[in-house]
Structure formats: C-alpha cells, structure tokens
C-alpha cells in the first residue's frame, strides 16, 4: 500500500460537514436516475457532445424517457471526471460494475436506483454511506425555512436576487412580504434585509453567500446616490447601467455590513457570467471571463477586519491571487475548488499552492455544490484522492513530513476548518 | 516496459493527418539542411542567445553557409525542446548519432541530409517514415490551388489579409482579380469572397482559418457601417481605427456567414500581436497579451450555432476557458497546442484539463504547424510522449482505466475528430 | 540513491553569488531570533493566521518577548513552506532537532541562535556555510555605499523612490544633495541621476532595480511634459495623476538610457501594488493584481537593444509570456521566482516552462531577496530541490538526457549566467 493510499485511507475515514450545497431540504435524495442524470453536468455536457437541448428537455417525458434519451449521449462523455461521479454514483449505491453506463444496460441500472431511491430511509442510507453529518443549504431571502432539521440542513442566506435583481417587482414584493417591511430608501431597505438576517439566524442560519460576475468590484455607495437608485426602481422605472450598479453596491455594501453585524461568513463566489450560451440548457448556460482580480475586493476586505470572507474563484487562474490574498489578509479564507475548476488538474495544483503557502487555518478544503445528496460521495472521493496525492507527493516526498503530520493538515482542512470557521459540528459555538 | 511506454507504442502506430500546417504543396520536403534550421523557431532562438539579425539573414549567403552560421547559435539552446526536434530529425532522416550538432560534426549533418533528400522519392519516404497520409495546407485567399493532390495536401483557406489588410489596394486588386467580382459594397464583396469559398470548396478545401489579436471582438455590423468603411477604403483614403475595425468586422462577420452557407469549420488562432519586435528575424517578431477571453467570441458563438468553431489560444492562462467553452457551446472544439503553448510543460496541462473536463469529441490533439514535412514526425511525437503520459497517470494510474480504454481516447483525439470535424480519411464526408 | 537526489548533490555543491537581496552590508547577519522571525513572512501568516498587529509590533517588547509573541502563530503555519525556511535554519545553524518550533522549545532555540550569533565570526560562518560567495544588495540612490567590501557585497541602485516619489520634497533633496546638482528641469535632473550613476559603478555597483505596479507601461514622454512635471513639482504643488504618470515614466526613461551609457542590467520587478491592506504588518501589506502583460513593456525592449533587462513577475500567470518574450528579445533575460511565485508549486511550473523554451543563457534561476544572510541557504536549497526535480523528471526521464547534461544546464541556471550577465565571479569583466 502506498503512502498515497494510506493518507487516502485516514482521510476517507473522517465525517464530513459538506459546507456549501444546493440541496432542497425537503426533496433532499434522488428519487430516480433522472435526478441524477438531469443534473446539469450531464445534460450541458451531452448536449455539447452533440443531443439537441429539445431533446433532452422535451416536456412530458417520463425520468426513465429522459434517462434512455440521455445515456444516447453519455458515450461521448465518458472520458470526463464528471461522469466517473455518475458511475461512482453506481457502483457505491446500486451495485453497478460495469466500467460504463451503455444503451445496454442503463435500464437495469434505473430499475436498481428506482428500488433503492424508494426505501423509505434512503436518505438517511445515503448520509450514513457518505459519512455526511450535516450540508450546507443555498436559501431564497423568503425562504420559510421549516420542515427540516437545522443541524443536518444547514441554512445559508443566499443573496444574489437581493443585490442584482431588486429592480424587478416581484424581488420587491417579495422582500416586502417576507420581512414585512414597506421600503421607501435606503434606510427602510436595510432595516428589511436586517429582518431578513435576523429571521435566518433564527433557524440557525451559518452563512450569507453570493455568486458575483467578473466585472463587479464592490465599494461604499454614497447615501444621495442610493436613495437616487432605490427611488427610481420603487417608481418602476427602469434602472440605467449606473444606477443598477449603484443599486447593486449598495445592497451588497449593507449585506457586508450585516454579516459584521450578526457575525455571519459571506461566502463569495467571484467570477461567474450568466447566459453567456442562452441556447443551453437548463443551468447549462453560464461561463465566465477569467480577466478578474481580487483587487477588485481590497475596499470590502479592508472595510470589513471583522467579517470573514470565504472566497471561491471560477477561474484557476485566479487561484494564485487567492492563496496571496489569504496569506496577507486575516479575514480571507480560500474556499473549495468552484465549477470549471472542480476537476483533477485543476484541483491538484490550485491546492498544492494554497497548502504550501497560506495558513492552514485559513482554507476549507472543498464542498460538494451538489443538488442531490448522492454526488457528496463521489465528489468528496475525487477531492480526498487529490488531497492525499498532494498531501504524498509535496509534502511527504519533497519535504519530508511523516504521515501522521500530513493525515492532520489533510484533516484540517477538510473538516476542522468548516467546524471552526462556521461554528459547525463539535466547534459549535 | 512501463504504461507509459505501451500506451505510446499503440499511439505512435497510428498514421496521421495533420489538420494544420503551412506545407508548401509544390515544395513540400525540405532540399537541404537549411530549409529546416532557416524555420523561425531556430533562427529567432539563436538570435534571442547571441547572433545578431543581419548575420542570420546576409543576402546570398549559401544554404550551407547559412548553417554553419547558425550552428553557432546552437549551443546555447540546446536545452529547448525546439532544438530537441531538430535532433530527433537528424536522427530518425539522416542517420545522425551524436547527441548535439556541434562545429565539429554540423558539416557531415549537412551532407548527410543533402543527400538524402536529393532522392526523387524523399517526399513520399517523409510521408511514409512519418506515418502522414495527408496535411492541411494554409492558402491565400487567391491560391491557384493547382498542381497537386488534394486528397494528400488539403486545401484551407487563409483569411487574415481578407480581414485586417483589404484597406491596402494590393489586397483589394488579388481579390477582385481572383474572384473576377468587382466589389463597390457590402454586397459584392460578400459575393466575391463567397466566389472564393465556391472555388475553393470545388478543389477540396476543408476549413476556413485565420489568426486573430487579443483585442478582437467579432460582433455583426450594420450594413450601413460597412458600406462607409468599404466606401472609403475603395476611394483609397486611409481607414481611421474605427472604420478599419468596422471593415474588419464586416469581413470576419461575413466569413462566418459563408463558413455557415458552406458548412466549412472556422479555425480560429487566438492572441497574437504581429511585429511586437520588429527588430527580429523573419517570422520571429511576434508575441502577444495573455489578457484575452473567449467571453469576446461569445456573440460569435451564438450566432452560428451551424459552424463548427476550432479554437486554437496562444497562451495557456486561457486554456481553461477553452475547456469550459468547448464543455458547453456544442460548436466550440479545442484544437491543438499553438505555437509558444506548443512545449512540453504547456502540452501536459492544457492537455490533462481538457480530457477530463470536455467531451471526447470536442477536442482535436494536435497539429504541426509545419512549413517542411520532416517537422512532423519530432512535434508529434512529443505530443504523443505526452499525451501517453497523461493518459498513464491520469487515467489509468488515477482512476483506474485499462489500458485498452485509454488508448481508444488517445486515438479519437489523435485522429478520429479529425476525420470526423473536417470530414477527411476514413471519415471522409 | 534517485537521480534526482544525485542532481541535487551536483548542484548543491556550487559555490553561490546571490543576485538579488535586501541585505544590509553593514548587518548582514541576525543578531538574535527576532532578527529571523521578524522577516515580514512570519509576521504576515502569523498575523494572517490570527495574531493582532499590535500584539506583533508592539513598541518597546525585547527581542525575545518578539520571539516569544510569534511562537504563538507559528503553529497555524507550519504547512507552510516559509516555516520550513525557518526551521532548515535552526536545523543547518543552531542543531536544532525538532520538526517545529513551539512554546516548550522556542527558548533553547532562541539562547542557541543567540550563543552562535554573538561569535566574532558568525558573519563569515553563515556565508561559508551557505556557500555565499557575493550577495547583491538593495541601496538607495543617495547611500554612500562605504564601510564593506564590495566584492562580497555588491551594490544595486534601487530607483523605486526616483521613479514615483520625486513629487515629495524630500526625496528631491536627498538627490540634489548627494549628487551636488541643482536640478530645475530635465536636463539637470538627468545629469544628478547620471551623476548617481557614476558615483555607484565607481563603488562597483553591477545592476540597477526598480519594482513597478502591475498598470506601468513604460514610453518616452516629449520633453515639453517632462518640464511642465518637473516645474510643477519643484514649486511644491501637488502632482495630479497625469503628472505624476509622466514625471514618473521621464525619470524611468532616462534610467534605462543611463543604464544604456553605463552597460548596467536593468532589474525590473514587474507587478506589485503598494499597500493594498494598510492595516497589515510592516512589509505585510502588499498584494498585486495578475492582470499585467509584457506587452506594456515593448517599447521598452525595443528603444534599447543594448540593456539587459532582468524580468521578475510577481504572478505565475505572467510566466509563460516571460517565458515567451525571453525567447523572442535578445536583451531580456527571465530572472528568479519573485515573492508571492516563490513557492514550489509556482517555482516548479514557471521553472520548468522556461527552461524546455527559452535559451539556456537567458535565464538567472533564482535570487534569495533576503534581509539577512541566514536565509540564502533555505531559499537556495528550496530552489535546488526543485531544479533537481524538474531536470531529472523533465528532462533525464522524459527526454532521455544523461546526469552530467542536466548538472551542466542546472549550473548555468544558477551560477554561470549570473557571472555572465552582470560580470561578476569568474566571470567579472
């Protein structure tokens, strides 16, 4: 057994808190291949591959429909580490072991999954065999929050609609009834979102979390130009590239300011365009420019000593900013390895950097980003399998460490890190 | 033998079509060892380490004494993998053993290579020793496109001066004379390029290429835009920057239109900047501003979702964006590693990050670049020492493949998409 | 024993000339701990990682208090290859045993280093025993540079303060007082820089150096401009942005031409922004923003041909264009692994590419950048290792090279183009 594998071996023996996901709380498990299957890296993938989106997400058809017309396009994909998710998937929790999915045998498969999926404690088998304690939600601003259990389903106030979208009514509206707040300015406006972070926190609230685009570059908005914006949205007009920025920068700046005040992590994911491919399918639309710097964020950092600041970046590139700006700033923590750089390569090197440079109280190793509880596993194994070839290669061979040394580093940053930075798990504060 | 080296031996037995080079079909092979040192790569390596311009490049300085000039250069790039080509010619041509070309022993090279190369069948020997059935040329837009066999040497339409220089009359007059048009307007001169795809098209051509700077953005103009840039560039006047980039525009724009009507793929080379050093030697002035993104192609993308884009980008801080944009626009295919991204360390990464994150079919390996066909053998080798080193760890040592599996995804990248995207070989359409 | 072991026994083996640190020739050793820990890399993590600045940087604490202070916060950074500076230097220097520095040990550290650094000698003992032949050093335009040897301790004429304060008085003063010149217009304030000039290569100054923000793109400024800056400056008002931009690239113009009269390389170190987070430790508050290009510096590399231009990038991401234009400008040469590139991962990366594409005379491996002399051994040996790796991996296994080749190469990297390129060592002119 190589030390690899040994590392691998401790570190896949630990619990995990998944620190940032899309589950529904309610519908958390799959309920048939198509759940699966209809996640978005398969879809967006197998349509690239050559499936027609009208294909894919023609309207009536059954899951096992949709599943038979997917696996049609899975042939050209099997080379991805996105689909090695789906056949992890397969084999840990329906007996599969064939090496591919195939227009032979993907009606057995379904047929297994619909019997398992249909167990009435299937989700709490998929926590208990993914060694899962507790994920992360992503919560609409009025979102109830009811009907699940806050230490398993973790709620996180996620605020992209609040900061890009408050020109549209219905965001209004809806801030308006959910915190029962008429908003006429700036000031009424921060006393709703006030509401809205007290309500969240309690349920049990750990996180406030952001995607942003690659052009955003946060500061302080002057009070005039904030009620200009506000004022001008609630007459129902429509806003300017300038005041939808202003509008923008004044939420986001109040958000910060919120997060200090009630403590919470702002989970920022920086660098995402939406729509780039409108012709996509569903969730499949999104790319992005890599030309952004954290520089864009240094007045948020400096404004905010208090407020910890989790940071995903989409591009690789920005990685090395990343690791630099947590090695110099104390509330900047590196966070997780986000979309098109979740796989291998770029995994391996972007942590090699951050593990050898930067603190190791200041990174959270991964999260999942899942929709369905069955891809924590897989995406999890890929990251640990990385981390101990990482943990082997760089700090065993070339530095020299003992095993014992690199299992605790390896641990930190895949568990003590989220415990202690969101007051999680056994760091519960 | 090692993984590695199984996988390389399946990969080397493959014969090859090169879907980019700059072959001259009427001297295809080299005539004597000035022909391959005289390729930029070396003359501006060896002018970079010492040798001064004019001494390179004395007018009527023999082929041979040439060499000999340059072979002083040598040494101090001896290390690159530039050089390493050159050795590996010598070695697999010319029966060479010695591990560099020195002043001592560049003289019997030199003959050794007339030699052979003065022997009528020294083409078809490259060919044939190389394992190529057939290479992409790079034609001008006016190229008789004659004396030669189109199955073997495979017409592609060049279309940089069509876009960045029509403003300059000696353009102007080859296309009129060429197309037999006489171009006043947007309209002619859509139909004279369209008479230009239709010639080339009837004798083989399949692809449309062309490089393009950094700051390019394609994007549709208004005819009315056009026909003021056309206007004035037809009146002889010079084009200020923006009617030179509405005209530039209007040609790109224009070309994808054509590419669309004739379903021809666009190959497009991203990020160079022409004569950043105009000090250097021929061919050897050219560099570039890694701060570029796919995000500038995506109305492009979109607009033509028909066109099968080949997306080739000059510096590897981009190549993750090609991944993500080959992952989800079905029309965007990564192709090859292109020019300062065409070494070893570059290969490795961009290559591991596309096989694991696009679909198998949605990325062509690699192309020579070529401008003499002994050149083919050493750069595809290196790729296919690579490419059989990511395969081995990545694939079968990291997650497990067989062996059999990888060399099947070797080989679709190698040379399958290429019969498959162009229509040419065995998948000929 | 691996090849890659004995590669680095080979390189190891050379006796060192450090091209670029910040020693202080009059101090060039630590006097006690506090002189090592406080190297603004362990003040940074430790306060990154959760010490208060003013814990730090309190005034009036002892040097052991000090000491004492970061022992604290080393424990959250000993991932990190910076702590592992620190302990090669007990272990090499003070026989120190253990694999970290902690609260129970930190004392006998400490009186051990205290004991070695009270020997008369110690200076000559560190520089022995890290194979230091010379150091370059860091000096202000107006140090008298007297009171050491100049042949162990090199001068470098530092420009940072010429380039973008000569707007404050002082530094004005500080240049018409050391050079004895009146200056009041372009033509004076070139001849008390050029007085600098002579005044430094008398005392055996061999480089001149300058960091540069990421957004420096240096041009000639027309005359008129430079006088309307330098007029507005010496009456003592204040600069606005577009003169300072043109009083800055005036005086960094003229550098380069002086260091064109004087045949001294030109040391730029391209990249960083000043004082990004201003409440950070002393030395702990700059970042960078990695969206920079080269291609800001062609007029540069094309106005003086005859200036060797010494090329550090501060971020990974500018590597391959470094690499790239070293290829192409015979007068720029890719020097070291700067700051926040200075660990393995991004050294291995960067120094690979360089070395498979770039002329094997038109690299300087690598510069300690150090403040005291103790860690030239650490930083050396890192890089050694690193060099050994990827000579052994990159070129003896994938490229079939032979040990004593890849020893050749490794020693030209490290020390004979350092002698060559500014004429120093054996190799002084």
């Given at each position: 057994m190589s030390v690899r594998d040994r590392l691998?071996?401790?570190?896949?023996?630990?619990?995990?808190?998944?620190?940032?996901t899309h589950i529904d709380p309610?519908?958390?498990a799959a309920k048939n291949l198509a759940d699966l299957l209809g996640y978005h890296y398969y879809t967006e993938l197998a349509h690239s591959a050559g499936l027609r989106r009208d294909w894919i997400e023609e309207r009536g058809i059954s899951p096992k429909e949709k599943v038979g017309r997917l696996v049609e396009g899975l042939e050209?994909?099997?080379?991805?580490?996105?689909?090695?998710w789906l056949l992890e998937i397969a084999r840990e929790f329906f007996d599969f072991t064939a090496d591919r999915v195939t227009l032979d045998n993907w009606e057995s498969l379904y047929d297994a999954a619909l019997a398992?999926?249909?167990?009435?404690?299937?989700?709490?088998?998929?926590?208990?065999?993914?060694?899962?304690?507790?994920v992360f939600l992503t919560n609409d601003f009025d979102d109830p929050l009811a009907g699940f259990d806050p230490s398993i389903y973790i709620p996180c106030l996620r605020t992209d609609e609040l900061v890009f979208h408050l020109g549209k009514p219905a965001i209004r509206e809806r801030l308006q009834r959910?915190?029962?707040i008429a908003v006429d300015g700036p000031q009424s406006l921060r006393r709703a979102l006030g509401q809205r972070f007290e309500f969240f926190l309690g349920r049990g609230c750990k996180a406030c979390a952001i995607s942003l685009p690659p052009d955003f570059a946060p500061c302080r908005v002057e009070n005039a130009a904030a009620e200009r914006a506000i004022?001008?949205?609630?007459?129902?007009?429509?806003?300017?590239?300038?005041?939808?920025?202003?509008?923008?920068?004044?939420?986001?700046?109040?958000?910060?300011?919120?997060?200090?005040?009630?403590r919470l992590p702002f989970d920022l994911m920086i660098g995402v365009n939406r729509a780039v491919y409108p012709g996509g399918v569903f969730q499949g639309q999104d790319l992005y420019d890599s030309r952004v710097s954290l520089i864009q964020y240094r007045d948020l950092f400096n404004a905010f000593p208090n407020v910890t600041f989790l940071i995903s970046v989409l591009a690789s590139v920005t990685n090395q900013e990343l690791t630099s700006f947590a090695w110099i700033f104390p509330n900047v923590v590196a966070h997780g390895?986000?979309?098109?750089?979740n796989t291998p390569a770029f995994i391996e090197r972007d942590l090699a950097a951050r593990l050898e440079a930067a603190p190791r109280n200041k990174q959270i190793g991964y999260y999942s980003d899942m929709y369905k509880l069955e891809f924590a596993l897989p995406k999890f194994a890929m990251y640990k399998r990385i981390l101990a070839k990482v943990l082997a290669e760089n700090f065993c061979c070339d530095r020299g460490w003992g095993e014992e040394r690199a299992v605790e580093l390896g641990k930190?940053?895949?568990?003590g890190n989220v415990e202690r930075v969101f007051g999680v798990g056994r760091g519960r504060v």
């Open positions: 691998f071996g401790e570190l896949d023996s630990l619990t995990l808190i998944d620190p940032h309610l519908n958390p050209k994909i099997d080379n991805t580490i996105q689909y090695s398992k999926m249909a167990l009435p404690d299937w989700e709490r088998r998929v926590l208990a065999h993914s060694k899962l304690e507790a959910a915190s029962g004022a001008t949205a609630w007459r129902g007009e429509p806003l300017d590239a300038d005041r939808q920025r202003e509008l923008s920068l004044f939420v986001f700046w109040t958000l910060a300011e919120l997060c200090d005040q009630f390895h986000w979309w098109y750089s930190e940053v895949l568990r």
